[in-house]
């Protein structure tokens, strides 16, 4: 969309180019993101990770119903369509990890998507790219973990090239990145920038995620009941606030799947909901993701779930003005107001 024409349009109906935004941001990523966890086809965790199969497209029917945003996070390997484009888009330079259980290029994976769905998602990717108001983005070729003892800024910088152009062979023009874990290190900013990333989903400004260590046990514990109870905040960002090179948009919460506890998932929902509706009053963005594989298992009930959330938004759209944007779209509603300083 050119970026005089949406500003255009904006100041046409009226509205700024800075309202209170509503982003989801989605980990696509099936067994690549958990292959040093799922470790064997009969391990438990496979059925969520083929269940994702089933809650893409269902996710896709809501987004589209409710005229939802969404950027999708798509480990590179799954826009493979065969074994021989993978190896083709593969890079040269690998990060040589000290724990081998998180090297990727070690899996034997079959010959393509018929053959192998936890490893090839290319109809997926099509399907998502078909639905209006979503965005493809990248969640780096191989689930890079940056911050591993034995890899490199080179060795990141070659995996972000490599999931680039394999985007690029499926059709995609790939500008906005997530980290897998969440691992965001300021020595890799510059590779990112190199590679022509625009924006990436930074970490919370909250107790639990500014340690490089933040997967440690206590502050995953912390973060875990944060999820129900409010003990850091509610974490959205103003749009002043947002900086960086390229922009830093970070996640405001994680929509954790169902306990099937009804007490645990009805706080959840109210957590999530206050501190959407605090944003949206502030005039702030909700930044909330989560992986398409948490949906895996009991997947109706988590549907509904996120289809309370949406009309919940929905109310603040009415309420507060409040807008459902891509990551991609705050990055062009970010820059076009600072190039217009009278906008709001």
């Known amino acids: 969309?050119?970026?005089?024409?949406?500003?255009?349009?904006?100041?046409?109906?009226?509205?700024?180019?800075?309202?209170?935004?509503?982003?989801?941001?989605?980990?696509?990523?099936?067994?690549?993101?958990?292959?040093?966890?799922?470790?064997?086809?009969?391990?438990p965790y496979v059925r969520r990770l083929l269940g994702a199969r089933r809650a893409v497209p269902a996710m896709l029917d809501l987004f589209r119903e409710r005229h939802i945003h969404a950027t999708w996070a798509t480990v590179g390997y799954l826009f493979a369509e065969n074994r021989e484009t993978l190896?083709?888009?593969?890079?040269?330079?690998?990060?040589?990890?000290?724990?081998p259980a998180r090297d990727n290029y070690r899996l034997e994976i079959g010959d393509d998507e018929a053959s192998d769905p936890l490893h090839y998602a290319r109809s997926l990717i099509d399907l998502i790219a078909r639905t209006p108001g979503q965005e493809i983005a990248s969640h780096t070729f191989s689930h890079y973990y940056c911050h591993?003892?034995?890899?490199?800024?080179?060795?990141?910088?070659?995996?972000?090239?490599?999931?680039?152009?394999i985007a690029e062979h499926a059709g995609h023009q790939v500008t906005s990145l997530v980290l897998p874990r969440n691992q965001v290190d300021e020595a890799y900013l510059a590779p990112m920038r190199e590679a022509?990333?625009?924006?990436?989903?930074?970490?919370?400004?909250?107790?639990?995620?500014?340690?490089?260590?933040?997967?440690?046990?206590?502050?995953?514990?912390?973060?875990?009941l944060d999820s129900y109870i409010d003990l850091t905040g509610h974490h959205g960002t103003k749009w002043r606030?947002?900086?960086?090179?390229?922009?830093?948009?970070p996640a405001?919460?994680?929509?954790?799947?169902?306990?099937?506890?009804?007490?645990?998932?009805?706080?959840?929902?109210?957590?999530?909901?206050?501190?959407?509706?605090r944003a949206?009053?502030?005039?702030?963005?909700?930044?909330?993701?989560?992986?398409?594989?948490?949906?895996?298992?009991?997947?109706?009930?988590?549907?509904?779930d996120l289809a309370v959330i949406i009309g919940y938004f929905q109310a603040l759209s009415i309420e507060y003005g409040m807008r459902s944007m891509s990551m991609g779209e705050v990055l062009m509603r970010h820059?076009?107001?600072?190039?217009?300083?009278?906008?709001t």
């Open 1 to 43: 969309m050119n970026a005089n024409w949406m500003t255009h349009l904006a100041r046409a109906e009226g509205e700024p180019l800075r309202p209170p935004a509503f982003v989801i941001s989605l980990d696509f990523e099936l067994h690549w993101g958990m292959s040093d966890i799922v470790t064997t086809p009969e391990h």
């Open 87 to 99: 190896t083709r888009f593969s890079p040269r330079r690998r990060p040589r990890y000290t724990n």
């Open 148 to 165: 591993e003892d034995g890899q490199t800024p080179e060795d990141f910088k070659a995996d972000l090239e490599a999931a680039k152009a």
């Open 196 to 224: 022509g990333f625009r924006c990436y989903r930074g970490n919370p400004q909250r107790a639990g995620f500014q340690s490089k260590y933040h997967n440690a046990a206590p502050t995953r514990a912390l973060r875990l």
């Open 241 to 249: 606030d947002l900086e960086g090179d390229p922009l830093n948009i």
């Open 252 to 277: 405001s919460m994680f929509l954790r799947p169902r306990w099937g506890v009804a007490q645990l998932d009805a706080l959840r929902l109210r957590r999530i909901k206050m501190a959407m509706r």
């Open 280 to 304: 949206a009053k502030r005039g702030e963005i909700f930044h909330l993701w989560w992986h398409p594989h948490n949906f895996g298992g009991d997947t109706d009930a988590n549907l509904r």
């Open 335 to 343: 820059e076009q107001a600072r190039a217009t300083p009278s906008t």
